[in-house]
């Protein structure tokens, strides 16, 4: 398994900064979530001083951009990251994109195959392998000059991966991508019993193997050699899996693991801004479903025992607060990063 950093957005010069340190210390590569910052200019300026490492959207929001700029930047940071790029879409949630981006969001999983094959259609065309061409449901495309086509390169076969929760996106994600951004609230139960039997659904229909995908996975990785040590981090997971468990998109994994009656206590502290609440109502039992803590010199094996066989990329969630409040710990990730990789 490749062991890579979640990155908080920055200046250009932070990010080229974090990335050389991070490739000094054995991390495989960033993830860059679309926020409050697009990627883009990030993941150039880091790949410009980390030539070593390995970069992916995780992810970049799909439906406010064309298809054609979407495959137009995996485009260009393919041919400048030397192959070093993949390409990860997300369709966010209704009110984000609706309220927040001002575009369409009918249909999500439908849509999202669409826009994968459209951009699909526009990578073959930037290779020269066919005139654009691609009549779906909700995006077409047919007109490309050729002195609006990018320049060709050696690194035109740019993966492109999906974030996938439910059911249906799940099995678009087993039809058309090439890899699946997993949701970092996860528990093994939903892995095994949700995602990966959907992918497999999605992938018979186009008769190819689920092992083919490729499943990049955000951990709660909380380490430290006392719980005093663990607090701060164990703090944000419990924030986070309560936040995402207000949501019907993911509290279904509470029902799932007999922790139902948590939802509507957690939606009640939510509606009063009450993120102390959410993180006090998560309790370890939960916890230990969708986090793993453990002493620095144990954490590796501890993900190498969860995730092995499973995930092809883990993502520490949580390293860049972690290194923020102790610098010093960048060894030790470092250390981790190293044995997940030799696993």
């Given at each position: ?85 993949r ?42 392998e ?13 007109l490309?000059?050729e002195?609006?086509t ?82 701060s ?40 801004g009450?993120?102390?609440?959410l ?42 607060q ?12 470092g ?9």
């Amino acid at each position: 398994m490749d062991f890579d950093f979640k990155a908080d957005p920055s200046p250009w010069s932070e990010a080229a900064a974090l990335a050389h340190s991070l490739a000094a210390n054995g991390f495989s590569g960033m993830l860059y979530t679309e926020g409050a910052q697009v990627p883009w200019m990030m993941i150039a300026a880091a790949a410009s001083a980390a030539p070593a490492l390995r970069f992916c959207t995780g992810i970049s929001v799909a439906f406010p951009r064309s298809p054609m700029m979407s495959a137009q930047i995996a485009w260009e940071l393919a041919r400048n990251t030397a192959g070093r790029f993949r390409l990860g879409l997300g369709s966010q949630v209704k009110a984000h994109i609706t309220r927040r981006y001002a575009a369409e969001f009918d249909h999500p999983a439908a849509r999202m195959k669409d826009y994968v094959l459209a951009v699909k259609a526009c990578l073959r065309a930037f290779r020269r392998e066919a005139p654009l061409q691609h009549a779906g449901r909700f995006y077409s495309l047919d007109l490309l000059p050729e002195q609006w086509t990018p320049a060709p390169h050696d690194f035109g076969e740019v993966p492109l991966d999906i974030a996938a929760v439910g059911p249906l996106m799940c099995e678009v994600a087993g039809e058309v991508a090439d890899g699946v951004h997993v949701h970092p609230m996860h528990s093994l139960h939903y892995l095994e019993n949700r995602l990966l039997p959907h992918l497999a659904r999605g992938a018979r229909r186009v008769e190819r193997s689920v092992e083919a995908l490729r499943l990049i996975v955000p951990v709660f990785a909380i380490p430290g050699d006392s719980p005093e040590e663990r607090a701060s981090l164990e703090r944000r997971a419990r924030m986070q899996i309560g936040f995402y468990g207000c949501t019907p998109n993911y509290a279904f994994q509470f029902d799932d693991l007999g922790f139902g009656e948590v939802t509507p206590r957690l939606r009640a502290c939510l509606r009063k801004g009450d993120n102390e609440g959410l993180a006090d109502l998560v309790s370890e039992e939960i916890l230990q479903h969708f986090a793993v803590a453990a002493r620095w010199d144990d954490l590796a094996d501890r993900l190498i025992d969860r995730y092995h066989g499973r995930a092809d990329r883990l993502v520490a969630y949580l390293a860049g607060q972690s290194i923020r409040e102790r610098p010093d710990t960048l060894p030790k990730w470092g250390e981790i990063a190293r044995a997940v990789r030799a696993a």
